[in-house]
Each structure stands twice: as C-alpha cells, then as structure tokens.
Nanobody, 117 residues
C-alpha cells in the first residue's frame, strides 16, 4: 500500500508560478512511472508530465517549456511557470509500486490550481 499526498496548489495570477509537491509513504525513487495528471471541470483527466525511474521526462505539448517534473527520494515535484488560465485544474500525482511481483498504480487526492486575475 502507498499513500500519495499533494500540496502546493492555490490561486495565482496569469504568468505566475507554483510548485506542487507529492509526498509518498514509500521512497519516491523506488516507485515507477511517476507522473502528474490534471483534470479541469468537464474534461477528462490528462497526463501533464511523466518521469521514468532513470530520470527521463516527458510533457504534454501544452506545458512544454513551462513545467518541469523532478523528484528526490522524499517527494515528486512539478514546477509550473508562466501559468495560463487554461492550466486551471485539479492536479494529481501518480506512481506505480511493485509488490510481490504485482504492479499497482496509486493516486493522490489532488490539489487545486486556479490561474486567474
């Protein structure tokens, strides 16, 4: 069992920055397929950024050059710069944990990000 807890969301003006954090009950570096997703009202949950165990990162096109995913052994992070109104959503962290030969995905409860003037 793994618990993930996001923090760092809030209200920010367009062009501003936020840093989201995701704390895990297991060492982050031991988890697989770490990622940030977001879901805006009326939309499906979408993948925002992903980092492999080897540190390779991928981003959805709309956030490339503005968002950075990173992690240390304690937390997963999402640095968000040049925020736009369309970035408004609930942001979720997700990670996979392998136990007894079985892989299972775990999600946090989400943190609200609102970009508005």
């Amino acid at each position: 069992q793994v618990q993930l807890v996001e923090s760092g969301g809030g209200l920010v003006q367009p062009g501003g920055s936020l840093r989201l954090s995701c704390a895990a009950s297991r060492p982050i570096l031991s988890m697989n397929n770490l990622a940030w997703y977001r879901q805006a009202p009326g939309n499906q949950r979408e993948l925002v950024a992903h980092i492999t165990k080897g540190g390779v990162t991928n981003y959805t096109d709309s956030v490339k050059g503005r968002f950075t995913i990173s992690r240390d052994n304690a937390k997963l992070y999402l640095q968000m710069n040049s925020l736009k109104s369309e970035d408004t959503a609930i942001y979720y962290c997700k990670g996979d944990w392998i136990s007894q030969g079985m892989r299972r995905s775990y999600w946090g409860q989400g943190t609200q990000v609102t970009v508005s003037s």
